[in-house]
C-alpha cells in the first residue's frame, strides 16, 4: 500500500528553534499534502492545505509566517515551524494524497515536538 | 459544534468481545465517510471508505455501516484483539473539505 514517511519522529529542541519536518510519499506523487497538528486525547486539527507548485492554504488562525510550508516536489513537503515556543509542542502529522481526491489520504507516523 | 461527533469517547472491553463505535454527521453535502485507526504516537490508518450508496463494508474484523438519511455511521469489531487497542477516527468529507470526530479510545484488555 502507499507510504508516507515523516522525519524526525521526535524533536526535542530549545526555546527560539527552528525546526524542519519532512513528509515524503514513497511510492507514489503525492499532488496534495495536508498537515495536522494533535493535541492528547483529541482529534486531528488541520493546519495547511499544500498543492504541488502551489502557496499552502492555512486554516484560520494558524499563522502562515510562523508555520512555513514548502511542497516543492511530487514527493515532498516541508513543514518548518520557526522560533519554537513551548506552546508550539504537539504532535504534528502529515498527510498525502494522489490527484484523485476521493482516494483516502495516507498518513504519516508523526512528529512529536517537544519545546523547552 | 463539530459536524462529525462520535462517541463514546472511550471504551473498555474483555478480549475476543466485540464492540460498536458510532458517529453521526452532519456534513453537507456529503461525499465519503472514512474510518482511520490511531495507535499511540502513530498516524491514521484507513480501514473503510463509503460513499453515499454504499451501507456497508468490510475489512477483516471490521465492519463499517453507513445510513446517509439519518446521516449516522458505525463501526464494528467482533472478536477484538489486545491489537485493535487504539483510537478510532469517523471522518466525513464533503465538497471541498473534511471533517475529523474526536475518536473514540478503545482498550481491549486481557
Not at chain 2, 44 to 70: H, Q, W
Not at chain 2, 73 to 99: K, P
Request: glycine share 6%; net charge positive.
Amino acid at each position: 500500500g502507499a507510504v508516507v514517511s515523516q522525519h524526525p519522529s521526535r524533536v526535542i529542541c530549545k526555546s527560539g528553534t527552528s525546526v524542519k519536518i519532512e513528509c515524503r510519499s514513497l511510492d507514489f506523487q503525492a499532488t496534495t499534502m495536508f498537515w495536522y497538528r494533535q493535541f492528547p486525547k483529541q482529534s486531528l486539527m488541520l493546519m495547511a492545505t499544500s498543492n504541488e507548485g502551489s502557496k499552502a492554504t492555512y486554516e484560520q488562525g494558524v499563522e502562515k509566517d510562523k508555520f512555513l510550508i514548502n511542497h516543492a516536489s511530487l514527493t515532498l513537503s516541508t513543514l518548518t515551524v520557526t522560533s519554537a515556543h513551548p506552546e508550539d509542542s504537539s504532535f504534528y502529522i502529515c498527510s498525502a494524497r494522489g490527484r484523485d481526491r476521493y482516494q483516502p489520504q495516507h498518513f504519516g507516523d508523526g512528529t512529536r515536538l517537544s519545546i523547552l | 459544534k463539530n459536524q462529525v461527533e462520535q462517541s463514546p469517547q472511550s471504551l473498555i472491553i474483555l478480549e475476543g468481545k466485540n464492540c460498536t463505535l458510532q458517529c453521526n454527521y452532519t456534513v453537507s453535502p456529503f461525499s465519503n465517510l472514512r474510518w482511520y485507526k490511531q495507535d499511540t504516537g502513530r498516524g491514521p490508518v484507513s480501514l473503510t471508505i463509503m460513499t453515499f450508496s454504499e451501507n456497508t463494508k468490510s475489512n477483516g474484523r471490521y465492519t463499517a455501516t453507513l445510513d446517509a438519511d439519518t446521516k449516522q455511521s458505525s463501526l464494528h469489531i467482533t472478536a477484538s484483539q489486545l491489537s485493535d487497542s487504539a483510537s478510532y477516527i469517523c471522518v466525513v468529507s464533503g465538497n471541498n473539505d473534511m471533517r475529523f470526530g474526536a475518536g473514540t479510545r478503545l482498550t481491549v484488555k486481557p
